[in-house]
Antibody, heavy 116, light 110 residues
Framework: QVQLVESGGGVVQPGRSLRLSCAAS????????MHWVRQAPGKGLEWVAF????????YCADSVKGRFTISRDKSRNTLYLQMNSLRGDDTAVYYC?????????WGQGTLVTVSS | QSALTQPASVSGSLGQSVTISCTGT?????????VSWYQQHPDKAPKLMIY???NRPSGVSDRFSGSKSGNTASLTISGLQAEDEADYYC??????????FGSGTKVTGL
């Protein structure tokens, strides 16, 4: 069925790295732009990063610029978020979402906890 | 990029209408038609309710409608039902080619 499934979350120490994955199925992944969105515990949604359908354009929020990188592998139908130099305020549920100017399909989220 | 401004909460009697505002600037909400709205129930993923200011995806109740005037977008829920109780977020494209969410609004039925 049409779905997005995130993985790769967990507990990580401050300053370390983590890579999240988002596996797409049931639709033509290579035709859609994608986003990463996060939600800190008890807080609102925060846009993190965007990648165009062909990877030609990538944009990140100022809060993660220089530390996070969004990428995709069309052969694996998978979206990635490489997160470096993690900080406590990066603790959140991370969602991948399909679409450009609007997101009509979301994954269930993966929890990243940054703690020593 | 600061979050778009939404009221923290709105409430209304079941069966009544409620409206949620989403205020930005002419660099985001006011400058583009790319405002979307998302519903989120506790511990669930967000769900798209409105896209491109006023368009409703297939399967979303016609009780949900969207509009925009200047730098403020609005989501109206007509005939509020118990299952509409949730958090709602607006999102806009920006002049920096990034995106920004609203601060979120909790809708409560009385």
């Amino acid at each position: 069925q049409v779905q997005l499934v995130e993985s790769g979350g967990g507990v990580v120490q401050p300053g370390r790295s983590l890579r999240l994955s988002c596996a797409a199925s049931g639709f033509t992944f290579s035709s859609f732009a994608m986003h990463w969105v996060r939600q800190a515990p008890g807080k609102g949604l925060e846009w993190v990063a965007f990648i165009s359908y062909d990877s030609s354009n990538q944009y990140c929020a100022d809060s993660v610029k220089g530390r996070f990188t969004i990428s995709r592998d069309k052969s694996r139908n998978t979206l990635y978020l490489q997160m470096n130099s993690l900080r406590g305020d990066d603790t959140a549920v991370y969602y991948c979402a399909r679409g450009g100017t609007y997101s009509d399909l979301w994954g269930q989220g993966t929890l990243v906890t940054v703690s020593s | 990029q600061s979050a778009l401004t939404q009221p923290a909460s709105v409430s209304g009697s079941l069966g009544q209408s409620v409206t949620i505002s989403c205020t930005g600037t002419n660099s985001d909400v006011g400058g583009y038609k790319y405002v979307s709205w998302y519903q989120q129930h506790p511990d669930k993923a967000p769900k798209l309710m409105i896209y491109d200011v006023s368009n409703r995806p297939s399967g979303v109740s016609d009780r949900f409608s969207g509009s925009k005037s200047g730098n403020t977008a609005s989501l109206t829920i007509s005939g509020l039902q118990a299952e509409d109780e949730a958090d709602y977020y607006c999102r806009s494209y920006t002049s920096s080619s990034t995106y920004v969410f609203g601060s979120g609004t909790k809708v409560t039925g009385l």
